[in-house]
């Protein structure tokens, strides 16, 4: 079944590769198992794949930006090799207290996102392993689908304990977030717009 007009928004680290903390070089890139499958299940089904990542390493002065395409490149490459990719990528290299409108859960990256690939916010996704993951996909009234890969998913499992936050699925695995994705796609009805 093809879903087109469907956006998945995805955050990297912990999400769809380890995170060793401040990633800052592509040889130190490593995709969770299933990842690259599940990339291109999504694509094969038409979504657009969207890539919104915190990077504020660069503002500290961990990496550059040079730094940072370099390993884009290389993910993108793997993603490539097998048969999927990504349709964009947004990063916010600010600091936290930079009070820039792109550091999720701020929604500027999903707007850079939306004025340069026209994507549809009304009929998305967002994946991500944090709290703040979640909290920008309630701003943007995304469905939320966190990926539980480490200890500090649970801040944002605690949060929807005590109803502040909507979290439409808990997944282990960026895999079964694809496909429980694909499933949901095919059952939601979507409102107009
Ligand atoms: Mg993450
Ligand atoms: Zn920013």
Redesign the pocket.
Known sequence: MKHQGITVFV?????LNE?PGYLSNPDALVLYPGVVEAVARLKQAECAVILV?NQSGIGRGYFSQVDLRAIHDKLERLLREGGGGLDGIFFCPHLPDAGCECRKPNPGLIHQAVESLQVSVTRSYMV???RS?MELANNIGAIGVLVNTSS?SQDAIDAKRRGELRIECITLTFHEAAEWILQDAQTRQWSNG
């Open positions: 955050d990297r680290d912990g999400t995170d990542t991500g392993d944090k993951d500090v």
